[in-house]
């Protein structure tokens, strides 16, 4: 799940219904992102997130499962079992064909919707 | 991955995710204890920051749900578990449902069989009828004349003897055009159905038998087929048997005859029967075209009668869906059960709601806790919502069961020659409607409850003990199901109260006749045997010689129709001096005619002149008359010595006595509306029916003593000694034919009161309920009171106040209900207003008494509180 901490707000134990998605599919863009660089497994997937957003985004962790899950119910990633470095196992999922095309397809539609929206914000440039 | 390979890999997928989880936990853990953190502190942080383990976990593996479903089945087996826990509650509640939901079933099945279900006829929605009835010569000029329809006509009501092989019999018979069957679209079981052209003299010694028939009598032999049976002395051809599916005009029918159009006998063919018509629509053709065409023909029919008839003769005569008219009889009688037995499932449905209301209190905290882990409203009212229907479900089951039990009694119990009765059964629509109602059921008992918990306030209900909060609204909520309750029994209690005084007033009509001590037979020489009048008269005389020896027989004597016997016979008359109003020349009577001695047999009073003597049966030509055609004809004189003739016949008969009124017809009139006045002729040559033939089918009426099987036995081998091709038929005593003519009104009532005796316990149960939760609500309360002095007369006024309250506004409700709705019921009441003071005042104080007897139990209970112990627990 995705939102903006903001000072004081609740717990992440309670839900509230404005600290849902910013958009919808954020997080599932960004764990095939990363998938496609290279296959990583949970863990290491929510850590590379956060620390390439230099914690501009607050991830909290166990909502990449659900996120995970819905990508390996749609094939657009695999997972399997294998042994870390650190040797522990874990299971490490990879980015399908469909995957990848599936994120080409996600990121060009936001890049226009991104487009979309600066150029309403700043006005005067168009 | 199809739903199927995900169904069977699910297990492992969870395994899987469960496994990842933990690891990810781990994994966490141990860095941040690298990083040099206390391990029990790292723990706590990983947690966090890894969010609501459950939740992430139950939404993982949601993904691979179908979740309405799913969580569907979830609710179904947490309900389950919950109704298992409180076993009373349930059983108390499913079989409450089930009361309700089976009587529903069960008219329901009635109202769909009877109205619903279409005819069992091929394209049944094109068969109409006409709603006028119209003798032979005019069913042919409507046969030729109709382009929208073609249509037919029956007779019901004419018997045949059978006789040739074993014993004479008597069958009830249903003349018909030739074209009939082929209308209708019904196929016979064996052999074929009549042609056209059938029904014309000479063409016609043609018999179709019911599949009952056939088997009975002649063993289901299919070389029958072709074979000739003797029927009323004339050789007739067996061409077809019907399957026993086909009961048209009704299940009595056993033999089908063309009808015997002769344009030659001028009065049969022009005065006979007035016979129902029915039609198919053609092809293109409408109702509403087929109307505009009856009302046409209709205009022109009067002109082809050999004489004048009058204008009001089938005036505003129109087209009907067959089914509609088939069924006119008994639409309301049937709609009036079903909205009685849909209240007693409101009642039903009012007692769980507050039963479940009762339970919302204990569940309050169970609920809150749920709504804390995360639950949302929607999802909590779902929950409990699953819960109630599931509860209506079994409800629904157990009433099903009920429902088929139920329906047995009730075919058993309703008049049997109620239309269609046969072709009830509970099919799918039955089904469906049971499934809908108790889904229905399980929604309405449920809202309110699950509404009021779902809404309770959260932090109030974890604080307090689970009581307190919301109590009021409760109570209010609570107050107000049970004031509806009282109100809807009151309503059906008044309803049944206004049938029974209808059904007093009309089993204790003054029917004109002592039926008691009277044993009845129809003794029926063949047509043509009665063709020589004097030796049909000696045949009678000798049948009345022979039962005078009969053992313990006070008298006996023949007439034509039996008071209440379900047959009219109609005869025009010329009353002399009279000049009828509407124009006709000769008014219509029913005419009786009786053997000497008939009216002290059945014990009907002469008010004035005399009865019959021997001498008149050959004497001067005489007649008696009813008071009320005495009244009609000879307003403020005497009817003693006036003279009426019979049409065509020779001599004016002299008026020798005035009986007393007779019910004839039905116990609610004694005469058909279309019968001027009803004259009694002595049995002699010159007393000829509408046929201008003496009548070959006379009742003999017995009044003795003894037992009637008995004399029924002696009367049987009497006649066979005389005559072994007449049969006996329709033995029954007085007693049993007035019953008869009572039996449509007796199951209507006795059907109502079981509903509202239903409905007055559920009232009973329901305010009891209330009052004892009241009672167990303000224990503490009543505690204190009582500790400071209050006495017990007091705590009694404090709780009878509550529950008169409730049982008050309950009746006002009830009484204004039934003031408004009961007009509903106004074609159904004899000699009763549905307003009637008597009935209502009765009611309203029987339930004032009945519902406070039910407050006083939990009322003795709160006198009885003891204070120490009520104060110390609390």
């Excluded at chain 2, 003990?465 to 107000?480: D, H, I, K, T, Y």
């Excluded at chain 2, 063949?526 to 022979?546: I, K, M, P």
């Excluded at chain 2, 009830?814 to 074609?827: E, P, Q, W």
């Amino acid at each position: 799940m995705v939102y903006d901490r903001r000072p004081g707000a609740d717990s992440p134990l309670m839900k509230k219904p404005e600290q849902r998605d910013l958009f919808p599919g954020a997080l599932e863009m960004m764990i095939l992102r990363t998938l496609k660089r290279q296959p990583l497994h949970g863990y290491a997937l929510v850590q590379h997130i956060k620390r390439t957003s230099n914690d501009l985004l607050q991830i909290e962790e166990g909502s990449l499962y659900p996120a995970l899950q819905r990508l390996l119910k749609e094939e657009l990633v695999k997972a399997e079992w294998a042994v870390s470095s650190t040797n522990r196992r874990v299971r490490i999922y990879r980015l399908t064909a469909a995957g990848a095309k599936h994120l080409q397809r996600e990121v060009s539609s936001f890049e226009r919707m991104l487009e979309g929206i600066t150029r309403v914000l700043t006005p005067g440039e168009s | 991955m199809n739903w199927f390979k995900q169904l069977f890999s699910r297990r492992h997928l969870y395994d899987d995710l469960s496994r990842e989880i933990q690891e990810h936990l781990e994994e966490k853990i141990e860095e941040l204890v690298d990083s040099g953190i206390p391990r029990k502190e790292a723990a706590a942080t990983a947690r966090r920051e890894f969010g609501n383990v459950t939740l992430m976990e139950e939404d993982s593996r949601a993904v691979w749900k179908w979740p309405s479903l799913e969580s569907f089945l979830m609710d179904v087996r947490f309900g389950a578990r919950t109704l298992r826990k409180s076993l009373a509650f349930t059983a108390v509640a499913v079989l409450t449902l089930a009361l309700g939901i089976g009587a529903n079933t069960a008219i329901f099945s009635l109202v769909n069989g009877i109205l619903l279900v279409s005819l069992p006829y091929p394209k049944a929605e094109e068969l109409v009828t006409v709603t006028g009835a119209y003798p032979q010569g005019a069913l042919v000029a409507m046969r030729e004349q109709m382009h929208t329809m073609d249509v037919a006509a029956y007779a019901e009501g004419h018997d045949f003897n059978l006789t040739g092989r074993g014993e004479a019999l008597r069958l009830t018979g249903t003349l018909v055009s030739a074209e009939l069957f082929s209308i209708l679209g019904a196929q016979p079981e064996l052999g074929r159905i009549f042609d056209r052209g059938e029904d014309i003299p000479g063409q016609d010694s043609y018999v179709i038998l019911s599949h009952a028939l056939w088997q009975q009598r002649f063993g289901g032999d299919a070389t029958m087929i072709g074979r000739s049976i003797e029927l009323e002395g004339i050789s007739r051809q067996v061409i077809g048997v019907m399957p026993a599916s086909f009961r048209f005009p009704s299940t009595k029918t056993q033999i089908w005859i063309p009808l015997h159009n002769d344009p030659r006998s001028v009065f049969h063919y022009w005065a006979g029967d007035f016979m129902p018509v029915i039609g198919r629509l053609r092809p293109d053709s409408t109702l509403e075209q087929a109307r505009a065409e009856i009302r046409m023909f209709q205009s022109q029919a009067r002109a082809l009668f050999p004489w004048p008839m009058p204008a009001s003769w089938n005036a505003g005569v129109s087209v009907v869906p067959l089914q509609n008219g088939m069924v006119a009889d008994v639409r309301v009688r049937l709609l009036l059960l079903l909205a009685a037995v849909a209240l007693v499932l409101l009642i039903a449905c009012t007692n769980v709601a507050n039963l479940t209301l009762s339970r919302a209190a204990t569940r309050e905290k169970e609920v809150a806790i749920r709504a804390a882990m995360g639950a949302g409203r929607q999802r909590i009212l779902r929950q409990l919502l699953t819960e109630s229907v599931l509860l209506a479900s079994l409800g629904g089951l157990l009433g099903l069961v009920f429902a088929t039990e139920g329906l047995s009694l009730l075919k058993a119990l309703l008049p049997a020659d109620t239309p269609r009765l046969m072709d009830v059964r509970i099919d799918w629509r039955v089904l469906a409607f049971a499934g809908g109602l108790a889904i229905l059921t399980g929604l309405v008992v449920g809202l309110a409850p699950a509404l009021h918990i779902s809404r309770g306030a959260l932090t109030e209900s974890l604080k307090s003990a689970g009581r307190g909060a919301a109590v009021s609204v409760s109570q209010r909520l609570r107050g107000g199901l049970v004031v509806g309750e009282i109100a809807l029994a009151v309503l059906l209690v008044i309803a049944a109260g206004l049938m029974i005084r209808s059904f007093w007033a009309l089993s204790h009509v003054n029917p004109g006749f002592h039926s008691e001590h009277i044993l009845t037979a129809r003794i029926t020489p063949n047509e043509s045997y009665c063709g020589d009048a004097t030796r049909c008269l000696a045949f009678y005389r000798n049948v009345l010689d022979q039962v005078q020896s009969f053992p313990g027989i006070s008298g006996a004597a023949f007439v034509n129709t039996l008071p209440l016997g379900g047959r009219v016979s109609k005869r025009s008359l010329e009353v002399e001096d009279h000049v009828d109003p509407s124009g006709g020349t000769a008014p219509l009577f029913w005419l009786n005619i009786v053997t000497p001695g008939y009216f002290r047999v059945m014990g009907i009073p002469l008010l004035w002149g005399r009865g019959f003597s021997d001498a008149d049966v050959s004497g001067t030509p005489v007649a008696v008359v009813t008071a009320e055609t005495a009244r009609r004809f000879w307003p403020n004189q005497s009817a003693l010595g006036k003279h009426i003739r019979l049409l065509d016949d020779k001599s004016w008969r002299t008026i020798v006595g005035v009986i007393s009124d007779v019910r004839a017809y039905d116990l609610q009139r004694n005469t058909p509306n279309w019968i001027q006045g009803t004259a009694y002729v002595p049995y002699n040559p010159t007393a000829t029916l509408e046929d201008r033939r003496v009548p070959s089918e006379m009742t003999i009426a017995i009044r003795t003593a003894s037992d009637a099987s008995q004399i029924a036995a002696l009367l049987r081998e009497g006649v066979a000694a005389l005559n072994h091709e007449v049969p006996v038929s329709e033995v029954k005593t007085m007693d049993a034919v007035v019953t008869e003519a009572v039996s449509a009104p007796a199951s209507t009532t006795s059907l109502f009161v079981a509903f509202a005796a239903l409905a007055l316990l559920l009232g009973i149960i329901g305010i009891y309920g209330v009052l004892s939760f009241l009672v167990s609500q303000r224990t503490r309360e009543i505690g204190v009171r009582i500790a400071l002095g209050a006495q017990r007369a007091d705590v009694l006024y404090l709780v009878m106040k509550e529950g008169a309250r409730f049982s008050f506004a309950g009746i006002a409700v009830g009484l204004t209900g039934a003031f408004l709705v009961t007009r509903l019921m106004s074609s159904e009441l004899y000699g009763v207003s549905h307003l009637d003071p008597l009935t209502y005042l009765g009611v309203a104080l029987v339930m004032a008494a009945v519902t406070l007897l039910a407050c006083y139990v939990p009322t003795r209970r709160a006198m009885r509180v003891d204070p120490i112990v009520a104060l110390r627990y609390e």
